[in-house]
């Protein structure tokens, strides 16, 4: 029988509440759902065994990285149209559920779980109540055939050991980011090896964004000769580099990735900058060396946790010298109805960031003060890494045969999804970024800052 897809269409219908959005391809070649638009298609009837054993982001995840479930057509057009199901859907008006995470409310009602009868039940156990979806249920375990459970991808992040966001154990998730190879990211990135938002305007190139937005860093931060620059995180060793060549500084950049220093090290060799730029390997809470006039921290600070901020912002704060400017370049997200019901989403701590948490804009300009400094400005630049991660996809998708050599068919379709649903994450305002300025007032409260700032010199 070849009947896969329109059974598979009833079921996510009844379980869902909601139209199937796109069309479906099952495994024995049936098809079913809109006959227009992108392809959801399951390879093998192992998709659906990952679903069902991982319910939610993760079951999803592990079915496309492993190439159980892959897209015919546009992925952003794809993504877009799932996001109504999974996190975009409204929260009923009466009985709403406990405070979660609402994408995790999709697929994750497909676990089985016995009722808590003592807070009283609104969530899994009391939509299986519902003979309907009973019934619907066993009919997804007859297709899905579950047993046995199949096993992770490889490029799931191994089990980390040690207290969460210790020095070790930040070692290890930034290798499993950043030690998938240079060559790799050459061919994502582009020349710049810039792996934060660009600052675009009409008519730049990937290249001449990026560039824009190391520059803007520079003039924010009054880098000029004589200025001791830390970059926190400092990845390839763009922002060194600008900062160096571009404005005179002396330039002390740290990353915790071996390969990423290896790689900066030749780029400051090859320009002659080695008297001006010093790499190191170097957890930022080990550096003694200050007082610096300024720091950098581009896309790092989503690495340090909440449970580490404060420590991370009075580190900081201590490394600069009176009147010394902080640029923190950090990606946001909206602030919860109930904080402490945040997750580290799953699919980006089991393959891109592990540990990696978002903080709302609040809560960083919060902590920053708490510190000490003097919060001067905040520019939102949520367009500008919706558009960087556009040009990011398309430059995979343009290497992709390379990109797999280099890595492994799952890491590039890791790669592939995560930029794509993060850039649509930012054009509807789900993902924020910001560059934050800040300075350790000088003597008397002085902020060293013009009255007018908002053209930084330009």
Not at 377 to 389: F, G, I, K, P, S
Request: aromatic share 8%.
């Amino acid at each position: 029988m070849t009947d896969a897809a329109p059974r598979l269409a009833a079921l996510a219908e009844t379980l869902l509440g909601a139209p199937l959005p796109v069309r479906i391809r099952a495994w024995d070649g049936s098809e079913a759902g809109p006959p227009t638009g992108p392809t959801l298609v399951l390879n093998h009837r192992r998709a659906l065994r990952r679903m069902l054993w991982k319910p939610g982001e993760l079951g999803l995840a592990r079915a496309w990285v492993a190439g159980d479930l892959t897209v015919e057509g546009d992925l952003f057009d794809l993504l877009d149209r799932v996001a109504g199901l999974f996190w975009e859907r409204p929260a009923p008006a009466a009985a709403p559920p406990p405070p979660v995470k609402a994408r995790r409310a999709g697929l994750a009602r497909l676990r089985p779980r016995l009722p808590d009868r003592s807070a009283g039940d609104t969530g899994t156990a009391a939509l299986l109540r519902d003979p309907q979806t009973r019934a619907a249920v066993r009919e997804l375990v007859a297709l899905a055939r579950p047993w046995p459970a199949p096993a992770p991808p490889p490029e799931e992040a191994a089990r980390r050991g040690g207290p969460q966001h210790s020095k070790s154990r930040d070692r290890q998730a930034i290798s499993h980011h950043y030690d998938v190879g240079n060559a790799f990211y050459e061919h994502v990135l582009g020349p710049s090896m810039v792996y934060s938002c660009a600052y675009w305007s009409p008519g730049s190139t990937l290249e001449r964004a990026q560039r824009d937005k190391l520059d803007l860093v520079c003039r924010k931060l009054a880098l000029e000769p004589g200025v001791r620059l830390l970059d926190v995180g400092c990845g390839w060793g763009s922002m060194a580099l600008h900062a160096a060549r571009e404005y005179g500084v002396q330039v002390t950049g740290i990353t915790l990735s071996r390969e990423q220093a290896t790689y900066a090290r030749k780029r400051v060799a090859e320009e002659g900058l080695a008297d001006r730029v010093e790499i190191r390997v170097q957890d930022y809470r080990d550096v003694k060396d200050g007082p610096y006039g300024a720091i950098s921290s581009i896309g790092m600070a989503e690495h340090v946790g909440a449970e580490r901020y404060r420590e991370y912002a009075r580190t900081l704060y201590a490394l600069l010298g009176p009147g010394g400017r902080l640029l923190n370049h950090q990606i946001a997200r909206p602030p919860e109805p109930d904080e402490e019901a945040y997750r580290i989403d799953e699919f980006i701590d089991a393959y891109v960031f592990p540990d990696g948490e978002l903080s709302p804009l609040g809560t960083t300009v919060g902590e920053l003060e708490r510190a000490g400094f003097e919060v001067r400005d905040v520019e939102a630049l949520r367009e500008h890494y919706a558009l960087t991660l556009r040009a990011w996809v398309a430059r995979l998708e343009t290497h992709w045969e390379e990109a797999v050599r280099l890595t492994s068919p799952g890491r590039a379709r890791v790669w592939l999804l995560y930029m794509a649903a993060s850039a649509l994450g930012f054009e509807h305002g789900r993902l924020g970024v910001n560059q934050v300025l800040a300075v350790r007032p000088g003597e008397g409260g002085a902020s060293g800052l013009p009255l007018r700032t908002r053209t930084w010199g330009a």
